[in-house]
């Protein structure tokens, strides 16, 4: 912004190598017209697709606006360049329903949550975390946010839902958004088996409060878990969305209430609910 210390950034990081590249995080240096360092900051990246250019955009602050920027995209760790064999032959995890749900709420604030599934395409092993990147674009195509995050375990043939939230600069509207994921993490399931869950009914009125029941079949209490809800149109497009953490453990054979606000632009005809194993406890 003129004049001031917050500069959006936008990188492009290219990844020239035959494999992805793990664990990254890329700071950037802006400098004034007078080649002072003014301004700084980095973001996780988390992962870069093998021989392909991957954007990001983050606000760094400084003393002054920036008129020149460097970046210096670092993977930390070897690992990250040669990760463990079974990492490398580790079964794809690919996003779809990826739906940007942008609306207002009840209070007037601006919201912009991207809802997406994750599936692996293992037949025996168990994802215990997988990466993911959010990247939303404007009409224009210029890229407007990006977010980094991870997923908790995958199952064999299980699909997992997730909700996140992000923010874009108050000119700027996203119309679509773009998901990437990949495994970061593998495990024997052990003790564990998939959580379920359930929705209750749809309220007549918002607030949308609905009642969501996880089960854990397994044989080992699951703790950190997460609940989501999602909503559905007659279409069956996604048009609203909820999540919440559990936080004490669910005991093995036992199920948990959990209440979650749905929202979105619109109200859903129907809803599903999903839960996510934490992949901490299938290290």
Not at 150 to 169: D, H, I, K, R
Not at 219 to 239: C, M, Q, R, Y
Request: hydrophobic fraction near 45%; proline fraction near 7%.
């Amino acid at each position: 912004s003129q004049g001031s210390g917050n500069n959006d950034v936008i990188v492009e990081i290219r990844n020239p190598n035959p494999f992805d590249v793990l664990n990254v995080f890329a700071p950037a240096l802006g400098y004034d017209a007078s080649d002072a360092l003014v301004a700084g900051g980095s973001l996780y990246v988390g992962f870069l697709r093998k021989n392909a250019v991957t954007p990001v955009r983050f606000f760094v602050t400084g003393s002054a606006e920036a008129k020149r920027w460097a970046a210096f995209p670092r993977p930390r760790g070897t690992s990250a360049y040669a990760p463990e064999p079974a990492l490398r032959a580790a079964p794809d995890v690919t996003a779809s329903q990826a739906t940007l749900l942008s609306y207002k709420t009840a209070g007037g604030a601006q919201k912009n949550v991207a809802v997406f599934q994750l599936q692996s395409a293992g037949q025996i092993s168990v994802v215990a975390a997988s990466d993911y990147q959010i990247l939303a674009f404007d009409a224009d195509k210029k890229l407007v946010a990006y977010k980094a995050g991870q997923f908790g375990a995958l199952f064999p043939g299980e699909g997992g839902w997730m909700a996140e939230e992000f923010s874009v600069p108050a000119s700027a509207t996203p119309v679509s958004i773009v998901v990437n994921a990949r495994p970061v993490r593998l495990a024997s399931p052990g003790v564990f088996r998939p959580l379920t869950a359930t929705a209750g009914a749809l309220p007549a009125a918002a607030p949308l409060k609905v009642t969501a029941t996880v089960r854990n079949p397994g044989g080992a209490a699951a703790n950190n878990s997460n609940a989501i809800v999602v909503g559905f149109d007659t279409a069956g497009k996604v048009v609203a969305v909820g999540r919440e953490f559990l936080g004490p453990a669910i005991a093995g054979s036992a199920s948990a209430d959990v209440s979650i606000t749905v929202d979105g632009p619109a109200r859903p005809a129907r809803l599903e609910a999903f839960a996510t194993l934490s992949g901490s406890l299938l290290k």
